[in-house]
């Protein structure tokens, strides 16, 4: 068998492998299809908001006008949440810049041809 042969084979079972794994992976993935679609809008959602600040500042105040009791209820469980999340990202994000400075460190290792 010829070395070309050899290669065209090797590719042929390749490719094959590489399609069952990403049927096998959308498999996976159809079962978290919806908690997906709900985070994207989310996000979606929070894009906007951020571009339109002066919409939450309207939205909170009126909420504190209206139920002062309601609004002061959710302000401590907001804070609870902004305190959480500050702390989580403040862990997280040291390991993040360890993983850049290690793929930085990787790719100067590599030779360039």
């Not at 994207?40 to 006008?65: E, S």
């Not at 994000?93 to 930085?104: D, I, S, T």
């Amino acid at each position: 068998m010829s070395v070309l042969a050899e290669i065209i084979e090797r590719r042929t079972r390749l490719v094959a492998e590489a399609d069952a794994q990403r049927r096998a992976l959308a498999e996976g993935f159809a079962g978290c299809r919806s908690v997906l679609v709900v985070a994207d809008r989310g996000i979606a959602w929070a894009a906007w908001l951020r571009a339109r600040p002066y919409l939450v500042v309207a939205f909170v105040t009126a909420i504190a006008v209206l139920r002062p009791r309601f609004a002061l209820e959710w302000s401590a469980r907001l804070l609870t949440l902004w305190r959480v999340g500050r702390l989580v990202y403040d862990a997280i994000k040291p390991l993040a810049g360890e993983r850049a400075l290690r793929e930085k460190k990787q790719t100067e290792l590599i030779p360039r041809v």
